[in-house]
């Protein structure tokens, strides 16, 4: 399969933990983002790289949110000391610059308790 | 700013009818408009986009969608819906005006539900 893929698929965490998802995305792929998406909602834009560089970070990334594509490859999201409101659907996009469409993995199910 | 509007939660429509999912816009420039859509289980797929040109798009499966500048809608639709069509809809957008920008504003989706 040479489609996006986004590891674990879900994950269950107590609250204040840390959980690290990754994403992996078509290989030729140089654009890469991050999304959240709740029950009812569309995705929401989280944060977005051009190779390696993260070029634009959402509001709604909190300090507690970090992420990297340390060789413009896979990227991962660590979120620390999560909170019960960080239970979502955590989804990755890959795109090849100029084209504007997004290739989507299946996302990581977050729960925490 | 911008932002998209999906005014109908859910759709319904007779397989073999024509269908539409309708989805106003909002940006400071000209729009880049996108369909998506999301089976179970899967990741969100997508179907068609605008860029400039023919206001009229067409996509994959048979889906199409029309550009109303005026109107600032983007509305998708297929002349006859199939049971196999019934998924979560997303209309997105992004400012053409954005300085390089790449971020995507979604909308917050419409199920379509295809009788038999």
């Known amino acids: 399969d040479t489609g996006v893929s986004q590891n674990p698929r879900h994950k269950i965490t107590k609250r204040g933990q840390n959980v690290t998802f990754r994403c992996d995305p078509i290989?030729?792929?140089?654009?890469l983002y991050w999304y959240r998406q709740t029950l009812g909602q569309g995705p929401e834009f989280l944060t977005y790289f051009q190779n390696e560089a993260q070029l634009e970070k959402s509001r709604l990334l909190s300090d507690r949110f970090s992420a990297e594509r340390p060789k413009g490859s896979f990227s991962t999201l660590e979120i620390q000391r999560t909170e019960q409101g960080d239970s979502a659907m955590y989804l990755c996009?890959?795109?090849?610059?100029?084209?504007?469409?997004?290739?989507f993995g299946p996302g990581t199910r977050l729960t925490v308790l | 700013a911008q932002s998209v509007a999906q005014p109908e939660d859910q759709v319904n429509v007779a397989e073999g009818n024509p269908l539409t999912v309708k989805c106003t816009y909002s940006?400071?420039?000209?729009?880049?408009l996108f369909w998506y859509v999301q089976y179970p289980n899967r990741g969100l797929q997508f179907l068609l986009k605008?860029?400039?040109?023919?206001?009229l798009v067409k996509g994959s499966y048979g889906f199409e969608a029309e550009f109303n500048k005026s109107q600032t809608s983007f509305h998708l639709k297929k002349p006859s819906a199939l049971v196999s069509d019934s998924a979560l809809y997303f209309c997105?957008?992004?400012?053409?005006?954005?300085?390089?920008?790449?971020?995507?504003?979604f909308g917050i989706g419409t199920k379509l539900q295809v009788i038999p």
């Open positions: 996009a890959s795109s090849l610059a100029p084209v504007l469409e997004q290739f």
């Open positions: 940006v400071s420039g000209n729009p880049y």
């Open positions: 290989s030729e792929h140089n654009r």
């Open positions: 605008y860029i400039t040109g023919d206001n």
């Open positions: 997105a957008v992004r400012d053409q005006l954005t300085g390089g920008y790449q971020k995507v504003t």
